[in-house]
């Protein structure tokens, strides 16, 4: 229970108070988008867990975190929609994963969906999941 709550805060944007700091120009573009993808979020950690394994459950949670980091992700680096600052006040704030990120920057980590795939201490014989393969496979 505790791995699985630190898997699903580290996925939550920060709470946004008085104090918080404004988000840059081009903000509004996006913002209806990262709202959106805040509220499945939400669903999804309140969705009801019975009759699932653990690891079940974290599913929708690292799927709807790979959709807004690879949203955050194409804006910036392939679609040059979004500026720097922007980019990194998204990351700051957690919009998008930074560590997932940086390794989809890596070579042969372009199709990755989370870091749980090749965290090698999850797995019983300490191997990396079957997403490695790339999707057109």
Known sequence: PVAIL??????????????????????????DDMEEFTSRMREAVNETHEGKRKNETLWPIHRINWERSRYVYNKFYR??????????????????????IAKWKKPGFEFLCCLAAIDKSSTNFQTTSICRVPLKQ
């Open 6 to 31: 630190a898997q699903v805060l580290r996925a939550m944007p920060r709470v946004k108070t008085l104090n918080s700091k404004k988000p840059p120009a081009g903000w509004d573009d996006i913002e």
């Open 79 to 100: 679609d040059k929609e979004i500026s720097r600052d922007l980019y990194e006040y998204c990351l700051k704030e957690k919009y998008a994963d930074a560590a997932l």
